[in-house]
């Protein structure tokens, strides 16, 4: 799936760049966890949604590529969070049927399930070196 992405207006950008390692989900969804509620007021069911989604692109990435960093990029803006996850692969993304049975194949339909919208992005010109995996998230305001 790839959409025309809009940057949201007003936005902040950040960046985590880490090794290739299995802490690399959990540290993903603790950047988010730390960089969504500092910036925008947001509701715990958002705040999830996105760990849950940023969890799973990680995750893909480590499992479909062999690329030796990976990049969380964040861009936040007064209602919208968009996220890259960037890796050496060109492949795109493919979107299986996740079964019970299945033990994998499950993350990009959990991304299609919490996420707004979705999809990848190629970098290199004609030739691609390499992709992100993105996904856009409405904000919702914590309750008062």
């Known amino acids: 799936m790839t959409h025309l992405l809009a940057v949201p ?49 990680v995750t893909n990435a480590l499992r479909h590529t ?29 979107l299986g049927r996740a079964t019970l049975d299945r033990e994998h194949g499950r993350g990009l339909a959990l991304v299609e399930r919490y996420a707004e919208t979705w999809g990848s992005a190629l970098y290199g010109g004609a030739s691609p070196t390499h992709k992100s995996v993105w996904f856009r998230i409405a904000l919702r305001e914590r309750a008062r």
């Open 9 to 57: 207006s007003g936005s902040e950008s950040y960046r985590l760049t880490g090794p290739r390692t299995p802490r690399l989900p959990s540290i993903a969804r603790d950047f988010l966890a730390r960089v969504l509620p500092s910036t925008v007021p947001v509701d715990p069911d958002t705040l999830y949604a996105a760990k849950v989604c940023v969890s799973e692109l």
């Open 66 to 94: 062999t690329t030796p960093a990976i990049t969380i990029e964040t861009t936040v803006g007064q209602d919208r969070c968009v996220v890259h996850v960037h890796d050496n692969s060109p492949d795109p993304p493919l």
